[in-house]
Nanobody, 123 residues
Framework: KLVESGGALVQDGGSLRLSCVAS????????AGWFRQAPGKEREFVAA??????????YYADDVQGRFSISRDDAANTVFLQMDSLKPEDTAIYSC????????????????WGQGTQVTVSS
């Protein structure tokens, strides 16, 4: 089970930190990713991080590169998404996911999903 938190209403240029806590399975076995879905749009990849044994390598979508940062704390079974310089176009429901870590940008590669947390950026 994955549970996200940290979503909120924030102004253009603001920051948020999303958290995703995993339970039920050892989190260190999985790669983790963040995806988002805005109203009327397809779900899209945001960021991913490989397992620690694979180097905790990070991956980002082009439009968040340099503004967002993904990290993980396996001792706490938690993955984070630090979002800075937020823009109105970042408004979406953000969901975390866990999977084997093969094709990190592909949603169907992930086995477990959270319910999502709403991020709204006002202009």
């Amino acid at each position: 089970k994955l549970v996200e938190s940290g979503g909120a209403l924030v102004q253009d240029g603001g920051s948020l930190r999303l958290s995703c806590v995993a339970s039920g399975r050892p989190f260190n076995r999985y790669a983790a990713g963040w995806f988002r879905q805005a109203p009327g749009k397809e779900r899209e990849f945001v960021a991913a991080i490989s397992r620690v044994v694979a180097g905790s390598t990070t991956y980002y979508a082009d439009d968040v590169q340099g503004r967002f940062s993904i990290s993980r704390d396996d001792a706490a079974n938690t993955v984070f998404l630090q979002m800075d310089s937020l823009k109105p176009e970042d408004t979406a429901i953000y969901s975390c996911a866990a999977g084997p870590g093969v094709r990190f940008r592909v949603a169907r590669e992930y086995n477990f999903w959270g319910q999502g947390t709403q991020v709204t950026v006002s202009s």
